[in-house]
């Protein structure tokens, strides 16, 4: 009895073993293939198994997807898909950023061709158009200013005196102290300050002109004139005013020093206005500064900051005279 079922299983599996070699097992559904199949990489399908189920479908749309597809993230997409509606778009001309495209500091992705159709405002960094800046300007010494810059720009008289107080109360706070509170101070264009800076750079943004009166080998009086550029926002305005006030506060100290360690430490002035009024400008100036190539106003800058951080503003001021 027990030999005779053993026989009967064995027939059984060798019934099965041949309807499998005629008709093939659905690879989704597990149940055999009665008819038309579809093969695909080595595996069979009722074809409705294979429409409904296991054909790659548009992560986009749902469709299912017969030729071409883009691929992301182990997501498939029909390519028209992709390029409609999963590529980022232009901030500048709405069209898909397909091919090299850049970034800028501010968020706004563009195909690279507008970087070299567009002029680059000077404070910011933005490319100056509608869709980025609100449009803006080109100044009569041949810098550009954004729609966004310009909203702020310092262009006269009014806010002299206000930044000023703000700025020595700033520094004051920090111990720099007993700086002439009546300085004068002119907006001047990028021209001017060329004519009045002998080592001009592009990294300048104001000047300080120093004048000592002596009688008979003695000095009799010490002013300071203090010429900053035109059109740039108010932050960058009093951040460029308190570094021109360092100045002064060597020069009243009759601080003579090398021009890497005077221009850094006047840019520490910079650096407490902007680390005083946080924005994103100010960390995009900050950044410049930080990022900085030039010798004086970067590297210089870089080597005073560190020291700053490392001992303090009582012990820089104490020792300026022997820094190295
Ligand atoms: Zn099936
Ligand atoms: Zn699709
Ligand atoms: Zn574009
Ligand atoms: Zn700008
Ligand atoms: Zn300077």
């Given amino acids: 009895?027990?030999?005779?079922?053993?026989?009967?299983?064995?027939?059984?599996?060798?019934?099965?073993?041949?309807?499998?070699?005629?008709?093939?097992?659905c690879s989704y559904c597990n149940k055999t293939i009665e008819g038309n199949y579809l093969s695909v990489d080595g595996k069979s399908y009722h074809e409705d198994c294979y429409r409904d189920h296991v054909q790659p479908r548009c992560a986009h749309?749902?469709?299912?997807?017969?030729?071409?597809?883009?691929?992301?993230n182990d997501e498939m997409y029909h390519p028209e898909c992709?390029?409609?509606?999963?590529?980022?778009?232009?901030?500048?001309?709405?069209?898909?950023?397909?091919?090299?495209?850049?970034?800028?500091?501010?968020?706004?992705?563009?195909?690279?061709?507008?970087?070299s159709e567009?002029?680059?405002?000077?404070?910011?960094?933005?490319?100056?158009?509608?869709?980025?800046?609100?449009?803006?300007?080109?100044?009569?010494?041949?810098?550009?200013l954004c729609g966004i810059c310009n909203e702020t720009a310092v262009t006269g008289d009014f806010l002299l005196e206000s930044s000023l107080s703000y700025v020595l109360r700033l520094l004051e706070a920090n111990?720099?102290?007993?700086?002439?509170?009546?300085?004068?101070?002119?907006?001047?264009?990028?021209?001017?300050?060329?004519?009045?800076?002998?080592?001009?750079?592009?990294?300048?943004?104001?000047?300080?002109?120093?004048?000592?009166?002596?009688?008979n080998g003695h000095i009799v009086s010490k002013e300071s004139h203090i010429y900053i550029l035109s059109h740039l926002p108010l932050t960058m305005f009093r951040a460029v005013l308190a570094h021109e006030l360092l100045h002064v506060y060597?020069?009243?100290?009759?601080?003579?020093?090398?021009?890497?360690?005077?221009?850094?430490?006047?840019?520490?002035?910079?650096?407490?206005?902007?680390?005083?009024?946080?924005?994103?400008?100010?960390?995009?100036?900050?950044?410049?500064?930080?990022k900085s190539q030039d010798l004086d106003y970067g590297y210089g800058y870089r080597k005073m900051s560190g020291l700053l951080d490392q001992r303090g503003w009582r012990y820089l001021l104490e020792t300026l005279d022997d820094i190295k």
């Avoid at 009895?1 to 097992?25: H, K, Q, S, T, Y």
């Avoid at 500048?92 to 500091?105: F, H």
Wanted: aromatic letters at 10%; proline letters at 3%.
């Fill in 1 to 25: 009895m027990r030999r005779l079922a053993l026989n009967f299983l064995l027939i059984l599996v060798l019934f099965v073993g041949i309807i499998m070699a005629a008709d093939p097992e």
């Fill in 61 to 72: 749309c749902g469709k299912v997807i017969d030729g071409k597809y883009a691929l992301l």
């Fill in 82 to 115: 992709y390029t409609n509606h999963i590529l980022p778009r232009c901030a500048i001309c709405d069209q898909p950023l397909q091919g090299k495209y850049y970034t800028d500091y501010w968020g706004n992705s563009f195909h690279e061709s507008h970087s």
């Fill in 118 to 144: 567009l002029s680059e405002c000077h404070t910011c960094g933005r490319l100056i158009c509608d869709e980025l800046t609100g449009g803006g300007y080109e100044l009569s010494d041949g810098r550009y």
């Fill in 175 to 215: 111990g720099i102290d007993n700086l002439p509170d009546d300085i004068p101070i002119t907006l001047v264009d990028q021209r001017k300050l060329r004519q009045l800076s002998v080592s001009y750079s592009d990294a300048m943004h104001g000047f300080t002109d120093h004048n000592t009166q002596t009688r």
């Fill in 250 to 290: 060597l020069f009243e100290r009759n601080l003579d020093l090398r021009s890497d360690i005077r221009e850094g430490f006047c840019n520490l002035g910079s650096e407490m206005v902007y680390q005083d009024t946080p924005s994103e400008y100010a960390e995009f100036r900050l950044l410049n500064m930080t």
